[in-house]
């Protein structure tokens, strides 16, 4: 059994192709075929089900997989030790992020003094749902993840605080209020985001056991302000999905706090800290300094 036979085996698992995991990984279809035999010989199970070029996991596979993945994680901890020894000029940090809060405006601010002082650090991103980031982090398809916390499942670090905002047209009555309550926004057609902050809008609803009036479902933030700026509805978003200079560019819309204010704590969770790799501590302290 070798490293090489157990990436190759986590890989297959994730796509779930064999010419998309050759690709990825450099290998030809035959290597990937010879790996997996290797494997199921030397453990004397089957690890997939076969359908020409498309795989899934076999119930013992399912089982093996997490295993799998914690000694390639451990490789990779050990080799970036020794790269930590040497001042690690070279490596590589996966990074799960949900939604533009994360996305637009806090990687930029933090990638760039992590590039700055580790410009041969290769940072790949992975951009999902909350829901989605959490489970990556749990199967270590990445190091770290954007989190809301509290989130228990995890060991966590503090970013920073970010609120909530309503996003209304400006010829509606309560867009001339400094601050607008959850209740007044019930009479007009509303816009739930269905990317990171999805959730935590419904829950704001739920406490003050008040129905929007759910009329459109999007995901990126653009396409809301398009919405709004159009008359089309009102809509509640995270305040750090909006660049600084963006709202300029759709002179229909008012940004209000909610009142009350509410608030929520931003910040980056990994599956044990005891088991971080250098390059993912490096990231960290950057981040908690913003």
């Known amino acids: 059994m070798t490293l090489t036979q157990l990436e190759i085996f986590s890989k297959l698992a994730e796509l779930k192709n064999f010419t998309l995991t050759a690709q990825q990984l450099n290998i030809s279809q035959s290597a990937i075929s010879h790996a997996l035999k290797s494997l199921e010989k030397k453990w004397e199970t089957q690890l997939f089900y076969r359908n020409n070029n498309e795989v899934e996991l076999t119930v013992a596979g399912q089982g093996l997989l997490p295993y ?36 637009n405006v806090l990687l930029p601010l933090i990638l760039e003094n992590f590039s700055r002082k580790y410009p041969e650090i290769d940072v790949l ?27 228990s499942r995890f060991d966590t670090f503090a970013v920073l605080e970010d609120i909530f905002v309503a996003l209304i047209p ?10 607008v309550k959850l209740e007044e926004l019930m009479d007009y057609p509303f816009i739930l985001t269905s990317a990171g902050s999805q959730n935590h809008v419904l829950e704001l609803f739920r406490a003050a056991q008040l129905t929007p009036q759910v009329k459109y479902h999007l995901s990126q933030i653009l396409s809301i302000l398009n919405m709004v700026n159009s008359n089309a509805a009102v809509s509640i978003v995270a305040d750090l999905s909006l660049d600084q200079n963006i709202l300029q560019l759709y002179p229909n819309i008012v940004k209000r706090p909610l009142s009350p204010n509410i608030k929520r704590s931003i910040g980056l969770a990994v599956k044990n800290k005891q088991q971080m790799t250098p390059i993912a501590k490096a990231f960290i302290e950057i981040a908690t300094q913003l």
């Not at 799998?68 to 070279?90: A, C, P, R, W």
């Not at 989605?132 to 989190?147: A, N, P, S, T, Y």
């Open 170 to 179: 400006k010829h509606l009555p309560i867009a001339q209020q400094a601050a």
């Open 125 to 151: 991103i992975f951009e999902g749902t909350d829901k989605e980031v959490l489970q990556w982090i749990d199967e270590r398809k990445v190091d770290l993840g954007f989190v809301v916390l509290p989130e």
């Open 68 to 103: 799998v993945n914690e000694m390639l994680n451990v490789s990779t901890i050990i080799h970036q030790q020794v790269m930590d020894l040497k001042g690690f000029k070279t490596g590589s940090l996966r990074i799960g992020s949900f939604g533009a809060s994360s996305s």
